[in-house]
């Protein structure tokens, strides 16, 4: 394929102009073009969602399978009701408290509403209004309902600034609006409305910066154990993030849990392994911890006491690891708990699924 000449409008405090560089940005959008915008979770790669050309074009420049749905961002509710069926009660509750906000929630779409690719075929689409001022005033501005995956390159980690974005797909892409750094940076949280025994309720398909203890104040949480539509191995994912390799750096991640003096111990003694062995080391430590260790590259995200900025952090941390050559990296795993649980998600999705417990 032939190099894109990506543009990049940088927005400034003058309004005037940002305005007019959001309706140029727009403008590709309306003509089948692709462009990356920031939103208040991770830079997001947008296309018309009802042109099949134009979000063929978001699969070739991530490189990403055909089988992984994607979500579709909404400036307003006037256009969720040209995308799906009407959806109930418990759907309603949630997207008046969250909405916008990290919340994407999947529900039957209607026939011919978009792309086949976006759905990958499914009967059903993910939806979310991003609560972001400059994607809510490209959305607007396009007209489009836009299809919108995180602006990388398929399994490396999520951009949280433009010049990740221009990293992996500069060349690839029509254009990338710069708004600076993106806020949560992790993705939403996706769910999905079930029947449950007890009538509707919410399966988390993938945890994100709307955090589980904060759904079950306005509904009940279905359980993985609960029978009621379980997803087998071989099942069509419907949600991003839940099947393949994701927010990977080039190195060997391995994440390691435990009471932190063993996590500590154990992570120093495959350490010295690795340096006899002349591979080029890194650690993911809470910055609690990371005067404890001695690699080529030791980085901290965050505090333990504080997982929301090392989840912020997160993404940038992964990318600085590739920057330095690291072959080998520990990272420390934190409790699953309130935004933890997103953390924990991505930081075991980037070390193709593998947790060791010392």
Not at 38 to 48: M, R
Not at 193 to 220: F, N, Y
């Amino acid at each position: 394929m032939e190099p894109i000449n990506t543009r990049v409008w940088h927005l400034q405090q003058d309004e005037e102009s940002n305005r007019q560089d959001i309706e140029e940005a727009a403008a590709c959008l309306k003509e089948g073009k692709t462009v990356a915008f920031p939103t208040e979770t991770v830079y997001g790669l947008g296309a018309d969602a009802r042109n099949t050309d134009a979000v063929a074009k978001i699969f070739t420049a991530k490189g990403r399978p055909s089988d992984n749905p994607l979500i579709v961002h909404i400036a307003s509710t006037t256009q969720l009701l040209q995308l799906v069926k009407p959806w109930g009660e418990l759907a309603d509750r949630l997207m008046k408290r969250f909405w916008p906000g990290a919340l994407t929630i999947v529900l039957p779409v209607k026939e011919g509403a978009v792309s086949a690719l976006v759905t990958a075929g499914l009967d059903t689409l993910g939806v979310r209004m991003p609560q972001h001022r400059t994607a809510l005033r490209l959305i607007e501005s396009s007209g489009c309902p836009v299809a919108a995956p995180s602006a990388n390159r398929s399994g490396r980690p999520s951009p949280t600034l433009a010049a990740h974005v221009a990293e992996d797909l500069s060349g690839s892409i029509d254009g990338l609006v710069d708004d600076g750094p993106a806020g949560v940076g992790l993705e939403s949280t996706v769910i999905e409305i079930v029947e449950g025994l007890s009538g509707e309720a919410i399966r988390i398909l993938r945890p994100g910066g709307v955090t589980r203890e904060e759904l079950q104040k306005l509904g009940h949480i279905l359980e993985e154990s609960d029978p009621a539509g379980s997803i087998g191995p071989e099942a069509a994912p419907r949600s991003p993030g839940m099947k393949y390799r994701h927010y990977a750096p080039r190195g060997s991640v391995r994440v390691v849990d435990g009471e932190p003096k063993h996590v500590q111990a154990h992570i120093r003694r495959e350490l010295a392994a690795a340096s006899i062995r002349g591979e080029r080391t890194g650690v993911l430590a809470f910055e609690e911890h990371a005067g404890r260790y001695e690699a080529d590259l030791v980085l901290s995200c965050g505090s333990l006491s504080d997982i929301r900025s090392a989840a912020h952090g997160l993404y940038a941390a992964l990318r600085e690891f590739d920057t330095q050559g690291i072959e080998l990296i520990w990272a420390e795993a934190c409790r699953a708990e309130g935004i933890g649980a997103a953390y924990m998600n991505r930081l075991i999705k980037a070390a193709s699924n593998q947790l060791q417990h010392v």
